[in-house]
């Protein structure tokens, strides 16, 4: 909670030097980057810090979890904004040996957030929660957004073309990094972009609980929605379109693909998903609990 709490306040002052540094990187607005971390990671944390407070064994392994959680990311928020200072990238950057040794540091916070984000999942996972429609949107939350997470591995090591002198690793697929991006998130408009997958991946951890927690509201004045298998079969198509929407979008993404400009086959991909999902929870709400005398 403190490191969330640090994140929120940092993503105040970097919304102000977002308008009050007129300096780009990239093609955007130089503490573009410094502001979309703080935000997610306050996202994440405040996140992370109701997950470990949930039933579970193991308390004084979960203490070290969130302890790691916070100190990684806060290392890779610091190197971020401590680069966008000085106006160079912080990621995949090695045009010299200190930034080279930045970037460094940096995939040593990663990786300790990635391990403490399975060890996490791991003791939360293996607990029932208060009901079984909120056990599993739990567990089905971590489990996706630890794909999620994991999925940022590909944006590392040489890229064809790539002048490793400069840079190893890359966001975009077939283009350079820096080209035309969406306003503020960045995103390449004109080639695949790994960190989308990543970020819809992650943020699988607050969606799918929030799900929950609504279907369970609805459920008192819907009375389609009163069973608790309903909700928890509606969980379950909700999490199967959630792994597929992610599936498809690292799919665009390695194909070289924008997400503004989907082709055909992502076009059809993803109207199956839709049709799927929309059809399975017509079946989820229309079948009735059979009750044995």
Request: hydrophobic residues 55%.
């Amino acid at each position: 909670m403190l490191f969330a709490g640090t994140m929120a306040a940092c993503a105040l002052v970097f919304l102000v030097l977002f308008f009050a540094d007129g300096r780009q990187l990239d093609g955007l607005p130089l503490w573009a980057k410094p502001l979309k971390f703080s935000i997610s990671l306050a996202l994440y944390s405040f996140t992370w810090a109701w997950l470990l407070s949930l039933r579970h064994r193991a308390r004084r392994t979960s203490w070290w979890t969130g302890t790691a959680l916070a100190a990684a990311g806060l290392g890779e928020i610091a190197i971020i904004a401590f680069q966008a200072a000085r106006g160079h990238r912080s990621h995949f950057n090695q045009s010299t040996d200190f930034d080279g040794n930045l970037w460094k540091l940096m995939g040593i916070t990663i990786g300790v957030l990635m391990i403490a984000n399975i060890v996490g999942a791991i003791l939360v996972a293996l607990e029932r929660q208060a009901d079984r429609v909120s056990t599993w949107t739990v567990r089905i939350g971590l489990l996706i957004s630890t794909i999620g997470l994991a999925a940022g591995a590909l944006m590392l090591g040489p890229k064809p073309g790539q002048n490793l002198d400069i840079a190893v690793g890359a966001h975009t697929v077939g283009l350079p990094d820096g080209g035309p991006g969406l306003p503020l998130l960045g995103w390449s408009s004109a080639g695949g972009d790994l960190r989308i997958p990543h970020f819809v991946g992650m943020h699988a951890l607050q969606l799918l609980p929030l799900l929950g927690l609504a279907l369970a509201a609805l459920g008192r004045r819907v009375p389609a929605l009163a069973d608790e298998t309903v909700r928890l079969r509606l969980v379950g198509v909700a999490g199967g379109l959630y792994a597929g929407i992610v599936a498809l979008t690292l799919w665009q993404a390695e194909r070289g693909q924008p997400l503004i400009h989907p082709d055909a086959a992502t076009l059809a991909t993803a109207a199956l998903l839709v049709v799927a999902a929309l059809v399975a929870a017509a079946v989820s709400l229309g079948k009735k609990k059979v009750t044995v005398p």
